[in-house]
């Protein structure tokens, strides 16, 4: 898959994991300089190279010892020069070359420090604290893979070791390598079934892949080993939101707030919503306060606030808070971000893309901002902007799957069917598994006119994810537009409406199917309840209007076919055929 960033801060969670487990890095076990010659002796001339060489160990052990008394002190880039002496005149000590690597990782010099720490590994490849020092620092220089491959050699040499199962389960976390991850811990449970960060990145894990009963269980656990373990309790609280138990959600998140009530705006506001949700105004309101008492207008802080109001509706009130903070901290691009995101829900397009183009290539929020700035455009119909824009962010960050997805869609607008597709082709090359972007492949080729290869590609989907509610609507729909296969479109659209329940556009797929079997008493029920939850889409108004034409219920038809009319579908004259048939019916009626 793209490449999952499990934990927000997941570098520095691995830095803090290797300080915790390998303190540090002061001697490597197994390697020994050669001890120099004791006290003066007479040299035979055939023996005289053998001495020299006894010699050269000597000097070497000379200026490792002041290495160490420079670092020491904190003065490595002497420590660097001493070691570098030590190293000429003993090219075949792997305890120099990794002594010299963790000096020059002291300086940050990592790169250098790798070639230093290889060749220790190459001279002693059965050294476990020397292959560990290695995986550190190819981690350190953002190669993931070589630090697996090192960490997992250490592990072959030392398969109980605890220490560097956790390094290596973190680094694949952080890789997004969630099945190795979860190998991994669980034979960390099994070694040591206490340890409650194994239980922790367990429950974390299961939580993102989706395992939500595997991932409730693991959490619980780390809360029973450690019942103030605060990313537990978040994450448990997070698990329960969305598996829609807002009560038990909000218990936890308040135990939360109990036990760290400083610096917990996130969790605060995550309360606000979950109290609205519930009704319970009261409270969300004293959350809010309690939001307004901890920070000051300007501050970060408040960002949580503009938030909140963003997502009652309270928009004017959100881009107060917002345009706040960013008038005193330019370089808060979250916040910067949502204060587009308000301007665009006001309806000022021109005030978000002037904010959104505020936001640097250095911030997380570029690649967002880009593609929402392409999406703005979009919708003003600026498709070569829009266009350059994305292949501008591939260039940087081609990784991002979701670029070409927006990229494919504004083609789309375009109707550029081929290049489209194209476009998709170069995200699959990435993740050739990636279910949206083969489900968009097979919308393209519905569009194209190729209705056979869309449902290969949606079936495709169903073999990679058998619960994409979305292929399983569009096959079920595919056969229902045709009349055909209607029973197996009726199970495929009901169990999408079981992953999907409020969407109004599966619900519209279900009444169409009833439609075609002319049970037209239950298409209508069906085809209201989707008008309820979609009041804006052209075809669900339009489905309407057609069952009831069929229950010659001709006013209301009418009433549908008018508002299909003025939400602009895509085949505007039929649907004024419609309405001028249904017209005449209502003149003959009277």
Same mark, same amino acid.
């Given at each position: 898959?793209?490449?999952?960033?499990?934990?927000?801060?997941?570098k520095l969670l691995y830095r803090v994991i290797v300080l915790l487990f390998l303190g540090l890095f002061a001697g490597c076990s197994g390697l020994e300089l050669s001890k120099p010659p004791k006290g003066d002796v007479a040299v035979p001339a055939e023996k005289k190279h053998a001495y020299e060489g006894k010699d050269?160990?000597?000097?070497?052990? +000379?200026?490792?010892?002041?290495?160490?008394?420079?670092?020491?002190?904190?003065?490595?880039?002497?420590?660097?020069?001493?070691?570098? =002496?030590?190293?000429?005149?003993?090219?075949?000590?792997?305890? #120099?070359?990794? *002594?010299?690597?963790?000096?020059?990782?002291?300086?940050?010099?990592?790169?250098?420090?790798?070639?230093?720490?290889?060749?220790?590994?190459?001279?002693?490849?059965?050294?476990?604290?020397?292959?560990?020092?290695?995986?550190?620092?190819?981690?350190?220089?953002?190669?993931?893979?070589?630090?697996?491959? @090192?960490?997992?050699?250490?592990?072959?040499?030392?398969?109980?070791?605890?220490?560097?199962?956790?390094?290596?389960?973190?680094? $694949?976390?952080?890789?997004?390598?969630? !099945?190795?991850?979860?190998?991994?811990?669980?034979?960390?449970?099994?070694?040591?079934? &206490?340890?409650?960060?194994?239980?922790?990145?367990?429950?974390?894990?299961?939580?993102?892949? %989706?395992?939500?009963?595997?991932?409730?269980?693991?959490?619980?656990?780390?809360? /029973?080993?450690?019942?103030?373990?605060? !990313?537990?309790?978040?994450? $448990?609280?997070?698990?329960? @939101?969305?598996?829609?138990?807002? &009560?038990?959600?909000?218990?936890?998140?308040?135990?939360?707030?109990?036990?760290?009530?400083?610096?917990?705006?996130?969790?605060?506001?995550?309360?606000?919503? #979950?109290?609205?949700?519930? %009704?319970?105004?009261?409270?969300?309101?004293?959350?809010?306060?309690?939001?307004?008492?901890?920070?000051?207008?300007?501050?970060?802080?408040?960002?949580?606030?503009?938030?909140?109001?963003?997502?009652? %509706?309270?928009?004017? /009130?959100?881009?107060?808070?917002?345009?706040?903070?960013?008038?005193?901290? !330019?370089?808060?691009?979250?916040?910067?971000?949502?204060?587009?995101?308000?301007?665009?829900?006001?309806?000022?397009?021109? *005030?978000?893309?002037?904010? #959104?183009?505020?936001?640097?290539?250095?911030?997380?929020?570029?690649?967002? +901002? @880009?593609?929402?700035?392409?999406?703005?455009?979009?919708?003003?119909?600026?498709?070569?902007?829009?266009?350059?824009?994305?292949?501008?962010?591939?260039?940087?960050?081609?990784?991002?799957?979701?670029?070409?997805?927006?990229?494919? +869609?504004?083609?789309?607008?375009? &109707?550029?069917? =081929?290049?489209?597709?194209?476009?998709?082709?170069?995200?699959?090359?990435?993740?050739?598994?990636?279910?949206?972007?083969?489900?968009?492949?097979?919308?393209? $080729?519905?569009?194209s006119g190729d209705r056979a290869a869309c449902l290969e590609q949606m079936r495709r989907v169903l073999e990679i994810n058998p619960d994409h509610a979305d292929s399983l609507n569009y096959i079920g729909y595919s056969y229902a537009e045709e009349g055909i296969r209607l029973d197996e479109a009726m199970d495929l659209?009901?169990?999408?409406l079981k992953l999907k329940p409020g969407s109004g556009y599966i619900m519209d797929s279900l009444g169409w199917v009833y439609y075609q079997k002319g049970l037209y008493d239950q298409a209508a029920r069906h085809l209201e309840k989707a008008a309820t939850l979609t009041d804006d889409d052209p075809t669900i108004n339009?489905?309407? %209007?057609?069952?009831?034409?069929?229950?010659?219920?001709?006013?209301?038809?009418?009433?549908?076919?008018? *508002? +299909?009319?003025?939400?602009?579908?895509?085949?505007?004259?039929?649907?004024? =055929?419609?309405?001028?048939?249904?017209?005449?019916?209502?003149?003959?009626?009277?």
């Open positions: 898959m793209k490449k999952t960033m499990l934990f927000k801060h997941s050269n160990v000597q000097k070497a052990y +000379s200026d490792f010892l002041r290495a160490s008394l420079e670092a020491a002190k904190g003065d490595y880039e002497k420590a660097e020069t001493n070691l570098l =002496e030590a190293i000429k005149n003993d090219p075949e000590s792997p305890y #120099l070359y990794l *002594k010299m690597a963790i000096v020059l990782k002291n300086l940050k010099k990592y790169k250098d420090a790798l070639v230093y720490a290889d060749k220790g590994v190459t001279l002693a490849p059965k050294n476990v604290k020397a292959r560990i020092l290695l995986a550190d620092l190819y981690s350190f220089t953002g190669d993931d893979d070589h630090a697996i491959e @090192q960490y997992q050699k250490a592990l072959d040499l030392d398969p109980k070791n605890r220490r560097i199962r956790l390094l290596l389960t973190t680094i $694949l976390i952080r890789k997004g390598s969630s !099945p190795a991850a979860l190998e991994n811990l669980e034979i960390l449970i099994r070694q040591n079934p &206490e340890l409650i960060i194994a239980h922790y990145y367990r429950g974390r894990i299961n939580l993102e892949m %989706g395992h939500y009963p595997e991932a409730e269980e693991a959490l619980l656990k780390a809360l /029973e080993l450690n019942n103030t373990l605060e !990313p537990a309790l978040f994450d $448990l609280g997070t698990l329960y @939101q969305v598996t829609d138990k807002p &009560e038990k959600a909000v218990e936890t998140y308040e135990r939360l707030v109990e036990i760290y009530p400083d610096n917990n705006i996130a969790t605060k506001e995550r309360l606000v919503n #979950l109290y609205l949700k519930l %009704g319970q105004k009261e409270k969300a309101e004293r959350q809010m306060e309690e939001i307004k008492r901890d920070s000051k207008p300007g501050e970060p802080g408040r960002r949580a606030l503009g938030l909140i109001y963003l997502r009652q %509706g309270r928009v004017d /009130e959100s881009i107060n808070e917002l345009d706040l903070i960013v008038s005193a901290w !330019p370089e808060d691009h979250k916040s910067r971000y949502y204060l587009a995101t308000a301007y665009e829900e006001k309806g000022d397009t021109e *005030k978000a893309l002037s904010h #959104l183009r505020l936001i640097t290539h250095q911030s997380t929020y570029y690649i967002n +901002s @880009q593609m929402h700035i392409a999406h703005l455009l979009g919708i003003q119909k600026k498709y070569g902007e829009a266009i350059e824009i994305l292949e501008k962010a591939i260039l940087l960050e081609k990784e991002r799957i979701e670029l070409y997805h927006v990229l494919s +869609s504004i083609y789309e607008a375009k &109707e550029e069917y =081929e290049k489209a597709m194209e476009v998709i082709k170069e995200g699959l090359k990435l993740d050739e598994k990636n279910t949206e972007l083969i489900f968009r492949m097979g919308v393209l $080729l519905d569009k659209i009901q169990k999408a339009e489905h309407l %209007g057609d069952v009831y034409l069929k229950l010659k219920r001709h006013k209301a038809a009418l009433k549908h076919y008018e *508002k +299909s009319l003025a939400l602009k579908p895509a085949d505007e004259k039929k649907i004024k =055929e419609k309405i001028t048939e249904v017209r005449r019916l209502l003149k003959h009626e009277n």
